[in-house]
């Protein structure tokens, strides 16, 4: 079995939530900013993946036309809820373009969407990760999808820059030249926020124990309810709540 960074993640939140998910294999439609964000993924990835070897951008209505492509064939399994399809659409549209023009010139890819399994002795799982983009200078950037601007200590905080560390140093021998989230802002204007981070290797060995420590208590086969005054633990937040009500109805009635 494996782990990853969303796996644990989902863990940290409700070990409910991944029990459903990752044990019984449960999967809910996805929202729209999930749809976007995956139907942007495509478009960049499209593009970088041959400017590996081209150094070269491909035209804007080709990058356009990967974008749609992806995004119609995940709309129909989608959870719109009072958003609309087509404007969800065109605001990617808006996103994509702004990315093409302003952001991919700058950047010269060697790797993309580049799979990376980690095994470790004595331990009977695999942590397995992607890093969206590499570039020559050896720096990862990922590119993400917001409704509004990050705040400034966001990379600070956040443990998938850990991860994307720990997946690049075991890869490559080294340390990288970086990590960089580049945030797509989906605001009237739409916009770019570009946030850079380091890591060091005190924040991975954290992390691995971290890792290992959840995995002890997978392996219980004891999955708990977050705390229910979580914002998170609602209907409208979480896709397996109504299952959640059904065995809290089964063991308290």
């Known amino acids: 079995m494996h782990l990853s960074y969303s796996q644990i993640r989902m863990f940290r939140r409700c070990p409910m939530q991944y029990y459903h998910r990752y044990i019984k294999g449960l999967k809910i439609p996805p929202k729209s900013a999930l749809t976007l964000g995956k139907s942007i993924h495509k478009g960049i990835e499209y593009n970088f993946s041959q400017?590996?070897?081209s150094q070269k951008d491909l035209s804007l209505p080709d990058v356009l036309d990967a974008y749609s492509t992806a995004f119609d064939s995940l709309k129909y399994g989608t959870n719109w809820e009072d958003e609309k399809p087509g404007e969800v659409k065109d605001d990617g549209v808006k996103l994509m373009s702004l990315h093409h023009t302003k952001q991919a010139p700058q950047i010269q890819p060697i790797a993309v969407e580049k799979k990376i399994p980690i095994s470790f002795d004595n331990v009977d799982y695999t942590f397995l990760g992607y890093l969206d983009v590499i570039d020559k200078k050896g720096k990862i950037i990922d590119t993400k999808t917001t409704s509004k601007t990050p705040p400034e200590d966001t990379i600070k905080k956040d443990e998938q820059l850990t991860a994307y560390a720990l997946l690049y140093r075991v890869e490559y021998g080294k340390e990288e030249a970086g990590i960089e989230f580049d945030y797509l802002i989906r605001t009237k204007t739409p916009k770019i926020a570009i946030?850079?981070?380091w890591r060091t290797q005190q924040d991975i060995e954290k992390f691995l124990e971290e890792v290992g420590k959840i995995w002890a208590v997978?392996?219980?086969?004891?999955?708990?309810?977050?705390d229910p005054s979580n914002w998170w633990c609602s209907e409208r937040f979480c896709g397996y709540y109504s299952k959640c009500m059904l065995r809290k109805k089964k063991?308290?009635?």
């Open 51 to 53: 400017k590996i070897k």
């Open 251 to 253: 063991y308290f009635t």
């Open 218 to 226: 997978i392996k219980t086969g004891i999955f708990i309810r977050t």
């Open 195 to 197: 946030m850079e981070g």
